[in-house]
């Protein structure tokens, strides 16, 4: 590791912003168990505050990605990173190159202070696209629209109407 690298550590999260790690996620059995643990969470019968639950389901995240950043995963991603890292300066990226350096050179390491922000982000998107998916799906339960996207055109009608638009027998 090089002195920068805690930097780096700390920016990793920016890498998701990349459109070669956005579509990174974790495997599919970490994901379900991060979402059950959520989902406890917003079916707890204890009276949480906004903010409390936040933290709570911050936690969840942290703890998940603690959980499956074993040894091995940490060296697989780390030569993910490295690879990317190379990418990176060819695609003349310098500052994303040596944050997925950094990133790969503690997580090959095993350093785990400060812990990844790389880390905790990719679990952190699981929940994130779980809650724009769930709200699009009760935005279209009761037929509202996203902002920035237009109505959803009406069903066709096999109704006969008027010119003034009555329905006609």
């Known amino acids: ?16 912003a ?28 204890l009276a949480l ?3 409390q639950r936040q933290e709570q ?8 990605a603690r959980a499956f950043f074993t040894p091995e995963v940490r060296q697989r991603y780390a030569r993910r990173l490295w690879r990317m890292a190379a990418y990176f300066t060819e695609t003349g990226r310098p500052l ?8 790969a050179r503690r997580l090959f390491h095993g350093l785990d202070e400060p812990f990844s922000r790389f880390a905790e982000t990719l679990f952190a998107k ?5 809650a724009a998916g769930a709200q699009a799906q009760a935005a279209a339960a009761t037929g ?3 902002p920035g996207e237009p109505p959803a055109p009406a069903a066709p ?13």
């Open 1 to 16: 590791p090089e002195p920068d690298d805690v930097r780096h550590v700390l920016e990793g999260d920016q890498l998701h």
């Open 157 to 169: 009608s096999n109704e006969r109407r008027s010119p003034g638009g009555l329905i006609l027998p």
């Open 96 to 103: 994303q190159a040596d944050m997925a350096r950094g990133e």
């Open 144 to 146: 509202a629209h996203a």
């Open 57 to 64: 389901v911050q936690q969840r995240v942290r703890d998940a």
């Open 49 to 51: 505050s906004g903010p």
């Open 126 to 130: 699981v929940v994130v696209l779980a």
């Open 18 to 45: 990349t459109p070669e790690i956005a579509e990174w996620m974790p495997p599919e059995p970490e994901m379900r168990r991060l979402m059950e643990a959520v989902q406890a969470l917003a079916s707890s019968p």
